[in-house]
């Protein structure tokens, strides 16, 4: 059974840093494509960041804007995200996806496998 467990979160103030991690077990890590996403109070699910199994990564346009890296170790079967810049507007649970299929996507349905998310809280 594939499980991601994410950590890092927690409260900063606006303009910090936060670092996230996400770590996999009980499937082969290095073949899934890898994603962030967010979820806000009464928001639906926005994608992040995602990294394909050769290291390359795409972002939200809408509000990363170079604040945010993803990365991915395939030794330790881990992906992170490195935040940056913190606004208040990115409060959220932070989620962590794999994806069988090849390819990014920006759409939480096509995720195979999720985490159970981690809190961070940014204020003003």
């Known amino acids: 059974q594939v499980q991601l467990s994410e950590s890092g979160g927690g409260s900063v103030q606006a303009g910090g840093s936060l670092s996230l991690s996400c770590v996999v077990s009980g499937g082969t890590f290095s073949s899934y494509v890898m994603a962030w996403f967010r979820q806000a109070p009464t928001k639906e699910r926005e994608f992040v960041s995602a990294i394909t199994t050769a290291g390359h990564s795409v972002h939200n346009v809408d509000f990363v804007n170079g604040r945010f890296t993803i990365s991915r170790d395939n030794t330790k079967n881990t992906v992170y995200l490195q935040m940056n810049s913190l606004k208040p507007e990115d409060t959220a649970n932070y989620y962590c996806?794999?994806?069988?299929?090849?390819?990014?996507?920006?759409?939480?349905?096509?995720?195979?496998?999720w985490g159970q998310g981690t809190q961070v809280t940014v204020s003003s």
């Open positions: 996806a794999a994806r069988l299929r090849q390819s990014t996507s920006g759409d939480p349905r096509s995720y195979d496998y």
